[in-house]
């Protein structure tokens, strides 16, 4: 007898709704299945609350933060606060891969000028140019 084939992460005993946020946690960088399996049910032990402040927090991510158009760096207002910080060495930018960087760089209070962020690599050998 033949079963039909189920989603990943999903046993028999696995309820749909579980099954979908396992597979979903599971898409995000650094996060294997067992850890998507726990922060699921982390959260089904957590309070409704808690539940609906981590998806308006995903939800408010995706409509307020852009990218600034100077920098490409990740902000709320646009130009950011960094591109349009006066007291900057504006004749100074830092070409970094990820808005991560910026953070980094930041926190080291060494670097007082501009950045630009590639959102990834540039890798003329693989065929990644500075327009991609």
Do not use: W
Not at 67 to 86: A, R, W
């Amino acid at each position: 007898m033949n079963q039909a084939p189920r989603p990943a992460g999903r046993s028999i005993s696995t309820a749909a709704p579980v099954a979908r946020l396992i597979e979903a946690l599971h898409k995000l960088p650094g996060i294997g299945p067992k850890s998507a399996q726990r922060l699921t049910y982390y959260l089904l032990r957590a309070s409704t609350e808690e539940a609906r402040a981590l998806a308006q927090a995903v939800v408010e991510l995706k409509e307020k933060i852009v990218l600034c158009s100077v920098c490409q760096n990740v902000t709320e207002v646009d130009p950011c606060d960094i591109c349009s910080d006066t007291q900057r060495e504006q004749s100074t930018i830092c070409v970094v891969e990820e808005p991560l960087d910026i953070l980094a760089l930041e926190r080291s209070r060494q670097f007082n000028g501009l950045y630009h962020v590639l959102h990834g690599v540039v890798s003329p050998m693989d065929g990644v140019g500075p327009e991609d």
